[in-house]
DNA sequence: CATGAATGAGGCTTCATTCAT
DNA sequence: TATGAATGAAGCCTCATTCAT
């Protein structure tokens, strides 16, 4: 399933280290100048590589975007599922969730931002693959939730599970998006607080015992 | 504030007229294949006049791009604007508002994608001009918030009112962003529905009234 | 069935002119060092025009390939034709037939050259439009024994005229492709008296009337 | 005279044996897609060793191909030394000669078609040498004729000879340059049959015995 | 005002050749 | 000797922009 970018060198070993490298590379100047305003000769001399040696590693400058989506989806996934970990008693193993998920957008801001903005640039073979690699994300969530409703913590029809499962991904999600605008009024630790407050009792909630809700 | 597209023509309708064709043929072309897939040939072309004549009322393909994020932002703003129309009383009036940004979005999904995903191209200088149309539209929510804390219907801070504000209008958007998966499980009435019971109530109220909200 | 190179330009007596000096400039540099040693730059700058604008009247190197090779060839066909011209009485026409093809040979031995020995890096698209060329010319001369069949003076079956029509163009294609050799012992005209004679008499017949011939 | 290609390798036996891997690859690459389109690596490939193995045996890929020439004229020169041997009385020998020319020219399509079409792409310094294997061929049908000339059976100014010896060998090449054509009508052996009578007789004794000849 | 031919900088990619192992 | 990773010059082509008509 996954596109296998071919090459010219054999040695396994090699192409891992000089794919890091080069993935490292397009990772800080994609996030400087976007995909397209990046030159496949800047990606090389950033890795460190002569553009003779880098059409060793790629076949196409496209396959450098698909590598760097790639390697995002996997490191995002690995941190989001090394956080998550289903720890935690009741509705704290949601909060956990919440907050582990934001952590990873903050830290890895620089990468969430180019994979988001550059994976429309994929061809139409790979970018069903990296689709696939959000539903992905988003089924990691549902895996909470449905700790939660094991636990009894929760309450969710399938619907609303797969609902609320985008719902909280695409929050988390926000404060990379919008930490330019954000960061001016909150630290990530607000934020986190306010998104778990607004995740689990919505904003109806704040402070208004005496209102109907949901009558 | 609003950058000035410079010209060689001079009459004021007929500048009107053309870029509003223009605009639509390169939304039309963005939507498609992307602003930097797309050439000012093919703007040209799909616009109606030749390529001599699209720069007689553009100076570089950048201004193209910021011609169209203006338009749409201008138009999402006015359709928000008429939508929300602070009627209703109490949470009635947020209620409201949500539908209507969510009807939005899903009327002008083709434009709001190009806005968000190409925006990122204008040139430093463009730039904060848009991301502050961004602003004008989290303003016009917090708008609708101050609204119902009048009303007493909602008890926010300052701060709280300005996360919600965000919020909400990311929560709408994901509409657009997410549709080629949420429109699988989801009709836009759903899943405006399913929106509204999570931003007023959360997720933790689904259905368990024992629970211990908070404590 | 000729392919139409397609280009950006629309003035058809523009495309015209321009295509003229194209082909012009590309057959003296692939004379000098073959199609695949010259480079489109060299093509544009020779015929006196920028990269750019050689690129308006073709869409890819080939391109020029095809439209030398056809170029010449319609120029070689025309020239035959009108040499050939059927006149003269028996076999008087083929002997002026064979005159005529083989000055076309020594006057157009570059462009001839260029073209049989660069065709085949024609693509499999182009190949066949311009191998139907060459027969094109072969039944040139099956006209002209024709002629001289109807007038009595030649004797063939079809199979036979056939293969007399490509053993004449040949031994005339002979000159331009040996002439680096031949033209050391004979002058054109020497070599066209003695290629007359050989296709008429043979070589058995040089002046040896008491030999059997062919009992 | 003969080039001498430089090795980095010194065992002459290696040498010999791996020179003979390289040209058979060479020549089944050049066939299919034309010396300039074929790369040096697939060359190697072919061969069965790898790119830098085959640097061992040559310095550049003009090598390659000047081997190639090399060898294909050896060959097809000792072919033809074998097949005419000057045997047969008369005619007779030519006859045999012509018949053995186009059987090799049959049999070695492929080489003779790369020989001819690539030689032009050899350097200023290789070409002489294999322009003069070309002329040695003539030579080798010098010989035939004068054999002919001095059984009695032709009588040919040292003009004629030369002037003949092109012509046969050019009629023989023809049916390698020609199949694609000539073998929808005829077979190797019609072809062979039309030719001697061609040679010998020409063309206007074809049932014509009444003609005045060349009076 | 409108047109579209002309321009050329610059992008992507290939491939002959070298050289350290 | 054999290998194959590394190199970078050089080729093809695109496309934003200009300007004469």
Redesign the pocket.
Same mark, same amino acid.
């Given at each position: 399933m996954p596109k296998n970018v071919e !090459? $010219?060198?054999?040695?396994e070993k090699?192409i891992k280290q000089?794919r890091a490298e080069l993935i490292k590379a397009a990772v800080k100047l994609f996030t400087e100048k976007g995909f397209?305003? !990046? $030159?496949?000769?800047?990606?090389?001399r950033e890795a460190?590589?002569?553009?003779?040696?880098?059409?060793?590693?790629?076949?196409?400058?496209?396959?450098?975007l698909y590598l760097v989506c790639d390697d995002i989806y996997n490191k995002v996934s690995d941190r989001l599922r090394a956080t998550i970990a289903l720890k935690g008693d009741g509705v704290e193993c949601l909060k956990a969730a919440v907050a582990g998920c934001v952590k990873v957008m903050d830290d890895m801001q620089d990468e969430v931002l180019v994979m988001y903005q550059e994976a429309k640039s994929l061809s139409k073979e790979s970018l069903p693959y990296v689709l696939n690699k959000e539903l992905e994300m988003v089924k990691l969530l549902e895996d909470v939730l449905d700790h939660c409703i094991r636990l009894g913590a929760l309450h969710l029809t399938e619907k609303e599970k797969e609902f609320y499962a985008h719902h909280i991904l695409v929050l988390c999600q926000m404060w990379a998006f919008r930490r330019w605008s954000l960061a001016k009024t909150f630290t990530v630790h607000e934020y986190t607080a306010y998104l778990i407050d607004a995740i689990l009792y919505g904003i109806s909630v704040r402070k208004a015992p005496s209102i109907d809700q949901k009558s």
């Open positions: !090459t $010219t060198v054999k040695d090699l000089r397209h305003r !990046t $030159t496949t000769r800047e990606i090389a460190g590589f002569s553009i003779g040696t880098l059409y060793e590693y790629i076949r196409t400058k496209e396959d450098v």
